[in-house]
């Protein structure tokens, strides 16, 4: 059980384009999915945090405007990367939460490599 | 803030060796400690999880242990195998707003 997919798993883009990134909790539902970014040989880097129905809440530094989140369900939630540059490029994991209480255990997501040319 | 450190950076061990890997935290504040896997381009693999009452947590060839007083952590990994070969991270989880708190991670690599 605990399962988080991701799609797409890589997508290459042009600069100036918009790539959507989903996340999907298969057997639980996550009141609570996170979005991280991590740059070769980093560690993961906490980017927002997306409760279901309420919007996102950004990490210092994260432009939300660039970074869209959105957590219609209790089962997905999508990151759009808008107007994007070659400096956001990276890998970008999701992760995701059951039930609400501080100890829960976070469930990843196999990520996503953005490579944006 | 919270700073997680991991120690060493990398580690090269010949196959069947038992290993630690090291994890120190700046806030001993903590609800719990998780160590992950993880391999090139790929996603986190949670490995083991402790709640911060506990004081350390077992799974197969993995034991983990906690010492919130003094901020650190261990992963024991015994009788390494190649197929152990990954980055292995240690994130804590601070207060109650869920976020986790990673640190860089270890590269070990097992030599058959």
């Known amino acids: 059980g605990a399962v988080v997919s991701q799609h797409p798993s890589w997508v290459i883009c042009k600069s100036g384009t918009s790539v959507k990134i989903e996340c999907r909790s298969l057997?639980?539902?996550?009141?609570?999915m996170f979005w991280y970014r991590q740059f070769p040989k980093q560690s993961l880097m906490l980017m927002a945090t997306s409760n279901e129905g309420s919007k996102a809440t950004y990490e210092q530094g994260v432009e939300k405007d660039k970074f869209l989140i959105n957590h219609a369900s209790l089962t997905l939630s999508t990151l759009t990367v808008t107007s994007a540059h070659p400096e956001d490029s990276s890998f970008y994991i999701c992760?995701?939460?059951?039930?609400?209480?501080?100890?829960?255990?976070?469930?990843f997501g196999p990520g996503t490599r953005l490579t944006v040319l | 803030k919270q700073e997680v450190t991991q120690i060493p950076a990398a580690l090269s061990v010949p196959e069947g060796e038992n290993l630690v890997l090291n994890c120190s935290f700046t806030d001993s504040a903590i609800y719990n400690l998780q160590w992950f896997r993880q391999d090139p381009g790929k996603g986190l693999t949670s490995l083991l999880l402790i709640q911060s009452s506990q004081r350390e947590q077992t799974s197969g060839r993995l034991n983990a242990s906690l010492d919130k007083s003094s901020g650190r952590s261990t992963l024991y990994i015994a009788a390494s195998q190649p197929g152990d070969s990954a980055t292995y991270l240690c994130?804590?989880?601070?207060?109650?707003?869920?976020?986790?708190?990673f640190g860089k991670g270890t590269l070990l690599t097992v030599n058959p």
């Open positions: 057997d639980f539902q996550a009141t609570t």
């Open positions: 992760s995701a939460q059951d039930g609400e209480l501080s100890y829960n255990e976070q469930f």
């Open positions: 994130a804590v989880k601070r207060g109650s707003n869920y976020k986790l708190t």
